[in-house]
């Protein structure tokens, strides 16, 4: 890569120079056009809230969507009670900035590279190309950056008197706000966009611009980030594209089985129950990442839920409807199909949460035979440590949340997507700000990001009864905390053999907190941890002999035990589940071929978008 700036030329040089002169006359033609198409989207923007409400809705929603304000104000007071700590760690604070000139001066001068104060995180990529290390300037920009970001931090961190849900809510909405202000995101701090700047002679920012304008006409007049080619991807053509037929559907779901690919199968099938914040697809992208794939190659009989894309028609839908019309309804289809009296179900995320309900009210009703082993992939049970998702849901927020689902009917699935990508701030937002906007680079066409984009609304009754019952009150983990059909579920009830497979860099569903829920099963356990995080430690196959797992035999009280006990092993953990549920799965019978069925997979509900 070039350096940041020429050495002897001045941006007049010749071509040969590696820099281009802007264009002025393309430059005003671009603007102008971009003006152009900017005025309906203001005459939108002012449509939706220049009226009274909609301003108040949007103050309201906006100006304090974390509901940090009265933590904000116990942290003055703290700083006010206690200034004397305050000074003490600016005074650390000014020690490593001195410490950081010295160390830069060094290098500014030619004395050396001079000795990091401080690096990045490991899992850091915003500081990768080669200006950030060796270049005096972008490494004092760095370095100072990252010195205030700690300082911010430990500020927030050390101050004594905070609620935790306090101290953790200031914490996250600090890293966010440090995020925001990376040195990476600006233009004439970034040196990979002052290099693309005088390499094009300015043309990546018209095309920024001209890609910040389509992302706000896809939004509506909102910002829209793209984070993929999405003329790329057709579902089932080139994604979901595992042969199979829809079975069965009813309001809340199609019923999807696969076509074997081996003369022989498993007695007992498999029933997918994927969590219906996503679409299902995430389990069955590319041929060769699909686990769905995978799976049926193993001698599985293979059946899915696609769960409907939910409209305002559907805003009473309960929990429990998600079990009956969902889990209940499928069962009875898979025992008629094949004419088996057990099924192997594997919940994935707030699937498995349903699962554990469902496998609690079938124990009751001395039905728990019906199940032969359940598998949850990372699934929360116990919500008392549930991760920086759980700094959105306080009562406040919670009640905003409600008001508005119960507006429309629904929580509009671009509501959940944009929290989940705050939680990822600098891989989901920032990283393509910097990449669409500030480069004028056109996203890389990516499956995964073409289906987490691919977002879902949720029925305004469901979703206030999971927030509340599970975020709030924990009530899951309560024997009667919550019904199902007026059946208390009382996890300890369980005895169903059970396979837990959660992931070590998890944001949404901690490891230890699903370990924590893992231990509320009465059945017989097996723990498993991978690598990565919620989707890719998941969705990683045996041949790209990628990241790898831990497993521990036994199951003590306290998560840290576990892993130091646990042995590591290379490469995907699905092997290591088809040997744990060969004990569940009966004898070899001939293969299952699907019925005509009502379409070919993958249906039509995965295909309506919100």
Known sequence: MNNPMPKQAPPSSP?????????????????????????????????????????????????????????????????VADPSRFFEMQARFVHDWMNLWQESARKFMGQGEGKPVIEPDAGDRRFRAPEWQESALFDFIKQSYLLTCRWMDDTVRDTEGLEPKQREKLAFVTKLFANALSPTNFVMTNPEVINETLKTGGENLVKGLENLIEDMERGGGALKISTTDYDTFELGKNIAITPGRVVFQNDLMQLLQYAPTTEKVFETPVLIIPPWINKYYILDLKTENSFIAWAVAQGHTVFTISWVNPTAKLAKKRFEDYM????????????????????????????????????????????????????????????????????????EQIEQIDKKMFEKGILEGKDMQQTFSLLRANDLIWSFVVNNYLLGKEPFPFDLLYWNDDCTNMPAAMHSFYLRKMYQENALIKPGGISMRDVPVDLGTIKTPSFFLSTREDHIAPWKATYEGMKRLGG???????????????????????????????????????????????GSWWPHWQDWIKDF?????????????IEPAPGSYVKTKT
């Open 524 to 570: 017989p356990v097996t723990f498993t941890l991978a690598a990565s995080g919620h989707i890719a430690g998941v969705i990683n196959p045996p041949a790209k002999k990628k990241y790898c797992y831990w497993d521990n035999t036994k199951t003590p009280e306290n998560p840290d035990e576990w892993f130091e006990k646990a042995v590591q092993h290379e």
């Open 585 to 597: 799965t009966g004898k070899q019978v001939a293969a299952r071929t699907p019925d005509q069925g």
């Open 15 to 79: 071509p040969d120079a590696g820099y281009k002169m802007p264009d002025v006359v393309a430059l005003n033609r671009a603007l102008i056009d971009a003006y152009g198409k900017a005025l309906p989207l203001l005459d939108k923007f002012i449509e939706n809230h220049g009226h009274t409400k909609g301003l108040e809705d949007f103050l309201n929603r906006d100006f304090d969507p974390l509901n940090i304000r009265e933590s904000y104000l116990a942290f003055l007071d703290r700083i």
């Open 324 to 395: 009956d019309e969902g889990i209940l309804a499928a069962l009875e289809q898979i025992e008629d199909l094949c004419s088996t009296e057990k099924t192997n179900i594997i919940g994935y995320c707030l699937g498995g949460t349903l699962l554990s309900c469902t496998l609690s009210y079938l124990t009751a009703k001395k039905k728990a035979g019906r199940v032969a082993s359940a598998t949850f992939l990372t699934t929360l049970l116990d919500f008392e440590k549930a991760g920086d998702l759980k700094i959105f849901l306080d009562k």
